[in-house]
């Protein structure tokens, strides 16, 4: 996928162009556009923890509605 989106001109079929068009790679990483037109970045395992790990020491550190993060 990412030869693809980095190089256009590659030869691959009608059905994979299809499921690419969401896709764009922006500042050396991969995002797809979410439903809501939003850019979603895909994150590798350590940026992941990083992220959850920030996020929950941060101000989202105690919440009360747990099924709503889920």
């Given at each position: 996928?990412?030869?693809?989106?980095?190089?256009?001109?590659?030869?691959?079929?009608?059905?994979?162009?299809?499921?690419?068009?969401?896709?764009?790679?922006?500042?050396?990483?991969?995002?797809?556009?979410?439903?809501?037109?939003?850019?979603?970045?895909?994150?590798?395992?350590?940026?992941?923890?990083?992220?959850?790990?920030?996020?929950h020491?941060?101000?989202?550190?105690?919440?009360?509605?747990?099924?709503?993060?889920?």
């Open positions: 996928m990412v030869d693809y989106l980095q190089n256009l001109c590659l030869q691959v079929d009608q059905k994979t162009k299809y499921k690419y068009v969401n896709y764009v790679i922006l500042a050396n990483g991969l995002c797809k556009r979410g439903v809501d037109g939003v850019w979603l970045k895909y994150l590798g395992e350590s940026e992941a923890y990083i992220a959850l790990v920030e996020t020491e941060g101000i989202c550190g105690s919440y009360q509605a747990s099924e709503k993060m889920k």
